[in-house]
């Protein structure tokens, strides 16, 4: 129990973090997507590199909230099945979806991680302003790994509340 408190402490302060740093990249990307269309009607050109800043900028919204949002249990969920069965057996159903979650995006993860190392070798970079790819790719794999880790402790949670309700 101690183990998992101390994985749900440390969970919560990475999962805080990444929160507000896509909360600022979000704000980045308002402002720029702002000034870009600024400039093209007022001053018929458009900020170089806008789109692929977008682009990029989204990809790390999206990676770095997906542990704050399984956290807090907001992902859409149809239920209508588990709804019907007893606290105990709802709460090992979650366990073992959320161990399952885990797996999933942990080799996820590691697949990131040695697509970020291909690009890497091949020089692969963005058409507009030059930015290697690949650490994007390992920043988002960051977002990932947080991600499969609160699975992994929402899992373990949710077993031990099925054991206690035996």
């Keep these: 129990m101690r183990v998992v408190r101390w994985l749900d402490t440390g969970l919560n302060s990475l999962n805080f ?7 600022l990249i979000l704000m980045l990307i308002m402002f720029l997507t702002t ?3 600024i400039g093209r009607a007022l ?6 590199g806008a ?4 682009e990029l900028g989204s990809a790390i919204v999206i990676f770095f909230t997906l542990a704050v949002t399984h956290k807090y249990k907001e992902h859409v969920a149809v239920g209508f099945l588990v709804d019907k069965l007893s606290a105990k057996k709802k709460a090992m159903i979650e366990g073992l979806v959320d161990l399952f979650i885990f797996v999933l995006i942990l080799i996820m993860s590691f697949q990131l991680i040695n697509e970020a190392m291909r690009l890497m070798e091949r020089g692969t970079t963005t058409t507009d302003l030059g930015l290697p790819i690949y650490t994007f790719i390992l920043i988002v794999s960051i977002g990932s790994f947080i991600f499969a ?8 949670k949710s077993m031990i509340e099925a054991v206690k309700k035996s």
Excluded at 17 to 23: E, G, K, T, V
């Design 17 to 23: 973090l990444l929160h507000q740093i896509s909360n």
């Design 51 to 54: 789109y692929e800043l977008t």
């Design 149 to 156: 880790f609160v699975a992994l402790a929402n899992g373990i």
């Design 43 to 48: 001053f018929n050109h458009s900020i170089t």
């Design 35 to 37: 000034f870009d269309v």
